[in-house]
Nanobody, 127 residues
Framework: EVQLVESGGGLVQPGGSLRLSCAASGFAFRAHAMAWVRQAPGQGPEWVSAISTNGGGTAYAFSVKGRFTISRDNAENMLYLEMNSLQPEDTAVYYC????????????????????WGQGTEVTVSS
C-alpha cells in the first residue's frame, strides 16, 4: 500500500522558514518523480515543485522559485521541501505527491499525473 506521510508544517511569521518532510513507503520510491502540491483556503490545488527520480532535476512554480528548494533522499525514502522567505500567500495545506508513471524523464506540472497524495501538513504564515 502506497503511503505518503507529511510533517513539518506549523505557524511561522512572514519572512520565516520551514522544512517539510514526506516519508514514503509501499512503492519503489527511487523509481518515481515526486512533487509538492499545496491548497490554500478556498482555492484549488496548486503544483509547487517536482524532483526527478535521482534528484538531479527540479522544477518550481514561478511563485516559489528562488525561495523553496525540493530535495530527496532515496536511501531513506524521504522527500523534503525547504521553504524560506515565507509570505502570507504561502499559507496552505502542503501535500507530498507521487508521479503515477515510473521513470518519467520530463517533470510534470499536471496534477492528475500525480496519482497518490499524502494527507497534508498545514502551513500558516502570519504575524
Amino acid at each position: 500500500e502506497v503511503q505518503l506521510v507529511e510533517s513539518g508544517g506549523g505557524l511561522v511569521q512572514p519572512g520565516g522558514s520551514l522544512r517539510l518532510s514526506c516519508a514514503a513507503s509501499g512503492f519503489a520510491f527511487r523509481a518515481h518523480a515526486m512533487a509538492w502540491v499545496r491548497q490554500a483556503p478556498g482555492q484549488g490545488p496548486e503544483w509547487v515543485s517536482a524532483i526527478s527520480t535521482n534528484g538531479g532535476g527540479t522544477a518550481y512554480a514561478f511563485s516559489v522559485k528562488g525561495r523553496f528548494t525540493i530535495s530527496r533522499d532515496n536511501a531513506e525514502n524521504m522527500l523534503y521541501l525547504e521553504m524560506n522567505s515565507l509570505q502570507p500567500e504561502d499559507t496552505a495545506v502542503y501535500y507530498c505527491a507521487k508521479d503515477g508513471q515510473s521513470g518519467r524523464i520530463e517533470l510534470s506540472q499536471k496534477l492528475p499525473e500525480y496519482t497518490y497524495w499524502g494527507q497534508g501538513t498545514e502551513v500558516t504564515v502570519s504575524s
